[in-house]
């Protein structure tokens, strides 16, 4: 994980497309079903689409019927911020990056009870996929 991080508001906006701008930097969200990873099965590391810090592992990615990525655990717990979130008559947590600042998506208390519990709901456009060496050559 980087030590400091150091790119300007108009850097990331240049870096991201315009859904993955509004997502991360905007708290929106990505329609389910619709992003690259809600249906990803390869083994490897969820990463920060702005700062690349490590956040999901595959090993702890499973298939909520969401739409969207969904994992029981961050690789680190440092890694993540959990944030109230009132908006949209809920109540619930919003899941940041710690790094970087950015909304990646939100935490629900209804994930695999031998995990945990915890389901952390978190949009396709927030995260880069980088594959295991053994897996990239399958």
């Known amino acids: 994980m980087e030590d400091k991080f150091n790119k300007s508001e108009e850097e990331i906006k240049e870096e991201l497309s315009p859904q993955a701008y509004e997502v991360l930097r905007h708290k929106g969200t990505e329609a389910a079903f619709s992003g690259a990873y809600w249906n990803e099965h390869g083994e490897g590391i969820y990463k920060c689409a702005v700062c690349g810090t490590e956040l999901f592992s595959s090993e ?19 890694h993540v911020e959990l944030r109230d979130d009132d908006g949209y008559g809920m109540k619930r947590a919003e899941v940041t990056c710690k790094t ?4 990646l998506g939100h935490i ?3 994930g695999p009870a031998d995990k945990g519990g915890k389901r952390y709901c978190i949009n396709s456009v927030c995260l880069v996929f980088q594959l295991t060496p053994e897996d990239e050559h399958n």
Do not use: A, M, Q
């Not at 702890?60 to 440092?78: A, Q, R």
């Open 100 to 103: 970087c600042g950015s909304h």
């Open 60 to 78: 702890t990615k499973f298939d909520s019927g969401t739409g969207w990525p969904s994992f029981s655990n961050p690789v680190n717990l440092e």
């Open 108 to 110: 629900f208390d209804d």
